[in-house]
């Protein structure tokens, strides 16, 4: 049988366990090669991923793009006139802290409805200790 500081040692691990492996998730390019780009089919770049919570989405792309992270609605009708994010550097990385869908368009006209255009679901992470 466990003492109770054992077990208070335990909690206080679990619980820094739960703040750091956020912060040690996967990185995925997006797009792998093609990047963030006008004729990449991303839907099938998701295709048989998972993404949890502390992944990192890094999105590499050339002048004349933008990473803007919009809600669903502003996803499917490719506007970009609320994003929640924005962001027209070149090189840009999203990280996923929290479980739900992710939404992320190019700001360009035509660009999003030409395709590009991006949506994750992420995943809780999980960390499972027994005691």
Not at 71 to 79: F, G
Not at 109 to 123: E, F, N, R, Y
């Amino acid at each position: 049988m466990a003492s109770s500081a054992a077990r208070l040692a335990v909690f206080f691990l679990i619980l820094l366990a739960d703040a750091v492996v956020p912060s040690l998730g996967s990185s995925y390019v997006v797009g792998d090669v093609s990047g963030w780009a006008l004729n990449v089919d991303y839907s099938l770049w998701t295709y048989g991923k998972t993404f949890n919570v502390g992944d990192n989405l890094v999105f590499y792309y050339g002048s004349g793009h933008t990473v803007d992270r919009v809600n669903a609605r502003d996803y499917s009708s490719c506007s970009v006139e609320n994003p929640i994010t924005t962001s027209d550097t070149g090189s840009t990385t999203i990280t996923l802290d929290s479980p739900g869908y992710y939404y992320f368009i190019c700001g360009a006209i035509g660009h999003c409805s030409s395709g590009m255009k991006l949506a994750v679901a992420v995943a809780a992470s999980t960390v499972s200790v027994s005691i």
